[in-house]
């Protein structure tokens, strides 16, 4: 039996998250001294290490996808605080994608372990992370009920405190991260934590915060170069009339409380019914596989241009509500089914939707002026990302953590490995130009003259252009992998289009 999984089940009869190695490992003297966040200032934790960490995240992300999007922003109220709420599929990549597209700094609460791991818990003490101890941790023993009651209702009124005070917070109300391609059963806590937000904030005299269903979409979640879209719902409006006074003077003295558990769950409820439509909401991902190809014989029988991951992801929503016949059904299974199976989508599919995309001169012009520079900082890219991109894909592809995770090591070691890497092996280049650089063949030390702040200045200009150059690297690999990844699949287009082919003639005859 794999460990953390003991078919344990909490009061509703699920089977509760199997659990990875680290959280298992509760340190909770630790966890009770977590620095606490501050809502007196722009940020809830350190200002320089907060705005670092955005920097280097934001560096990273869009290395990571191949598109990126995010939309309905301008529906956020920025004059009071909100709590977003999300289905969770994909790790810690989840929370950052809200982070970097919401307008507000965020009060942030996770899973224990976030905040005891090595390098991590150093930026998530930073954050002014709040650590949450799961059922899951709880039932199998991690610490004792009064523990997880302190240190959970300590965290929640934190996180309420902060989203008053007009900051953002994210929560993931199926409290786990997974695999299925729709919600699973919601838990109570980031209900309870903006409602008692709301509660602290009519005690102070402030404005009620908002709940914000958010659709993250990943075309395919655990690769790299992968499409994102981050959809932004309608905020809800709280029921801060139904809130009792008790509540309200309790949480607004700073001590927390529980709100009462119908408003909890009449919340929730709402909350699901809101959220549900903006996940795929299939019972099985070959249904999402399914409409994705009929969306896309449809376009090109329309003659329009392919579509985006954001319009593909709508038409995939209206064929929910706009169900084709269970003739095409059947066939766009096969279809989609064997794409998938073959590491391909709708977007293979030729013009005339009776095999799948051939050879594209202008494809090919394109990949090959990104795989140029790939080639020629490669030495380069080896010294900056080798062992980060190693280790990460090794970790990230055998970690007890699920599918889900794998992005979230990848995405960690890029980001930690080259912030920590690349000054020490900069700083190791530059003491060596300096030590030989006589026998270089060229003056890089003398470039702005002899005197000695000229030669300081120098030096200075040498490390930096070599940060910089470890950073190009490090696009020209992302721009590269584009290109290999594009071959890469025409290998596969050829080896899988006449299975396909018969059945997307078949398929385009029927949509006309």
Known sequence: MKKGFDGARD???????????????????????????????????????????????????????????????EKIPTDR??????????????????????????????RHDLVTRPILGFWARKFAVQPVVRKAELLRGGCSEEEASYLNGRSLLNLATGISHGFGCALFPEGTSHSESHLIRLKTGPFRTVLAAAAHAKANGGKVPVLIPIGLHFRTRHLFRTDCWVEYGDPIELPHDELTSELIETVGAGDWMEPPAEIVTGLRDHLQE??????????????????????????????????????????????????????????????GDKLNASGLDGRDINSN????????????????????????????????????????????DRTDEGLDARTSYHMLFGMFGSMLWWPIVTTIITILTVIYNSEIGYDFVGIFGSELWQEGLAIIAIWTSIIVLLWVSAVSFANGWDAVSDFSKWIRRMKTNSAVSADLVKLRDLLK
């Open 11 to 73: 009061s509703h009869g699920d089977l509760l998250p199997e659990l990875s190695a680290s959280a298992t490992r509760m340190k909770y003297d630790k966890l009770v001294n977590t620095p606490l966040p501050k809502f007196d200032k722009n940020y809830p934790g350190s200002p320089f290490f907060t705005e670092l960490g955005y920097f280097m995240l934001r560096r990273t992300m869009y290395s990571q996808f191949r598109t990126f999007e995010s939309s309905g922003e």
């Open 353 to 396: 939707s009776d095999g799948l995309r051939s050879f594209s001169p202008s494809g090919a012009i394109i990949d090959l002026i990104k795989f140029i520079p790939f080639v020629l900082l490669l030495p380069t890219l080896i010294i900056g990302m080798g062992w980060q991109i190693a280790l990460g894909r090794y970790l990230g």
């Open 81 to 110: 605080g909100s709590m977003c709420s999300a289905w969770h599929t994909n790790g810690l990549v989840d929370p950052i994608t809200i982070f970097l597209t919401h307008p507000k700094k965020f009060v942030v609460g996770g």
């Open 274 to 335: 809101k959220l549900a439509p903006l996940t795929p909401n299939r019972e099985t991902y070959s249904e999402v596989h399914r409409d994705s190809v009929i969306a896309h014989v449809q376009r090109r029988i329309q003659k329009k241009p392919e579509l985006t991951w954001r319009e593909e992801v709508l038409e995939v929503r209206r064929l929910k509500t706009e169900p084709a016949s269970e003739e095409v059904k059947e066939v766009a299974t096969r279809i």
